[in-house]
T-cell receptor, first 114, second 113 residues
Framework: AQSVTQLDSQVPVFEEAPVELRCNYS??????LFWYVQYPNQGLQLLLK??????LVKGINGFEAEFNKSQTSFHLRKPSVHISDTAEYFC????????????FGSGTRLSIRP | GAVVSQHPSRVICKSGTSVKIECRSL??????MFWYRQFPKQSLMLMAT?????????EQGVEKDKFLINHASLTLSTLTVTSAHPEDSSFYIC?????????FGAGTRLSVL
C-alpha cells in the first residue's frame, strides 16, 4: 500500500524568506509524485509533478521540488515567498500501474507573515 | 490546457431537497472523473469514481442512493445529493483525469439548512 506523510501541518514564514514543505512517501512500486495548492474555498491546482526524467522539477509560481528516491522524499521549495502563497499544500502520489488512485498527504498550511 | 469547470461554486438549500453539481472538462475528454468530499482542515476524501457510459464505483461507506453520479458524456459528470440533510453540508470537489494526472474543479460549497 502507498502512503504520504507531510511532516508539518503548519509552516509560518516571513515574506521573502525561503520555505521548504516536506513530503515523504511509502510505496513498494514506482509512483508518480505531485504537489497541489489549495487557496481558501477553492479546488486544488496542480503546482508541479514528477513523472520521470530529471529529479528536479519546476512548477508554477516559482516553486520547485526534488525527487529523492533513496530517501523517498519529494520536498517542495521556494527561495522567496510572497503573501499570495498563503494556502494549503498537498503532496500526492499515484502508482504507475493505477494512476487513477491518488493518495494525498494530510496537507501543510503555509502562512506568510509580512 | 486541462481545465475542469465545476458548477455551482456555492449552493444553499433546504433540508429534504436535492442538489445537482456539474463537473466539466473544458478542453479535453475524460473517460474517468472523480468526486471528493473535503471536511474543514482535512484532506480530500474520495467518494466515487465516475466512468463514462457505465456505473460509478463508490468507496466504502458512501451511500449510492444518496449521492447519485452520472457520467453521460466524455466531458460531463454530475453528482446529485438527494434528500439533502444538514450533515451533507460540505465542500465537494471533482477531478478529471488526463494522461495520468488529475485536474481539479474549483469545488462546490454545499450548505443544507
Amino acid at each position: 500500500a502507498q502512503s504520504v506523510t507531510q511532516l508539518d501541518s503548519q509552516v509560518p514564514v516571513f515574506e521573502e524568506a525561503p520555505v521548504e514543505l516536506r513530503c515523504n512517501y511509502s510505496s513498494s512500486v514506482s509512483v508518480y509524485l505531485f504537489w497541489y495548492v489549495q487557496y481558501p474555498n477553492q479546488g486544488l491546482q496542480l503546482l508541479l509533478k514528477y513523472l520521470s526524467g530529471s529529479t528536479l522539477v519546476k512548477g508554477i509560481n516559482g516553486f520547485e521540488a526534488e525527487f529523492n528516491k533513496s530517501q523517498t522524499s519529494f520536498h517542495l521549495r521556494k527561495p522567496s515567498v510572497h503573501i499570495s502563497d498563503t494556502a494549503e499544500y498537498f503532496c500526492a502520489v499515484t502508482m504507475y500501474s493505477s494512476a487513477s488512485k491518488i493518495i494525498f498527504g494530510s496537507g501543510t498550511r503555509l502562512s506568510i507573515r509580512p | 490546457g486541462a481545465v475542469v469547470s465545476q458548477h455551482p461554486s456555492r449552493v444553499i438549500c433546504k433540508s429534504g431537497t436535492s442538489v445537482k453539481i456539474e463537473c466539466r472538462s473544458l478542453d479535453f475528454q475524460a473517460t474517468t472523473m472523480f468526486w471528493y468530499r473535503q471536511f474543514p482542515k482535512q484532506s480530500l476524501m474520495l467518494m466515487a469514481t465516475s466512468n463514462e457510459g457505465s456505473k460509478a464505483t463508490y468507496e466504502q461507506g458512501v451511500e449510492k442512493d444518496k449521492f447519485l453520479i452520472n457520467h453521460a458524456s466524455l466531458t460531463l459528470s454530475t453528482l446529485t445529493v438527494t434528500s439533502a440533510h444538514p450533515e451533507d453540508s460540505s465542500f465537494y470537489i471533482c477531478s478529471a483525469m488526463r494522461e495520468n494526472i488529475q485536474y481539479f474543479g474549483a469545488g462546490t460549497r454545499l450548505s443544507v439548512l
